[in-house]
C-alpha cells in the first residue's frame, strides 16, 4: 500500500505542470518541469512496484479495484510512450498525454474510494 500511496503523489506532483503552465509565472513553470521529469520517473516505477506488490490480493479486493488498477497502470504506459515518440506524433503527443493523465486522475479516485469501502467492509 506504501507504494501506492508514493506512486500518487508522484502522479500529483507531476501534474502540477499542468497547473503552473498557466499561471505565467515562467519560475515556477520551469520548477515545474524540474519536479515533472522526476516525479514522472518516479510514477512509472512505482506503478511497476505497486502493481507487483498487490497483484497477490487480487482476490481479496473488488474486481473493479483491479481493472481500474489495471487501466490506470496502462495510462501510465501511454504516458511514457507518448512522450518516448512524441517526435513521430507530433502534436498528438500532448492530446494522448494529457488524456491518459485524466484517465490517471479518474481512476485514482475511483481505486482509492474502493479500496476505503473494500477495508470497511
Known sequence: MIWGIITAVAFALSALKFVTARLGN????RIAMIVHKYAGSLLIIGTIVHLTGVWRLRGQRP????????IMALAVLALLLSHIFSRKLGKKWLVIHRAATVVILTGLVIHVLLGITGLSA
Open 26 to 29: 515562467p519560475k515556477a513553470d
Open 63 to 70: 474486481v473493479l479495484m483491479t481493472v481500474v488498477g489495471i
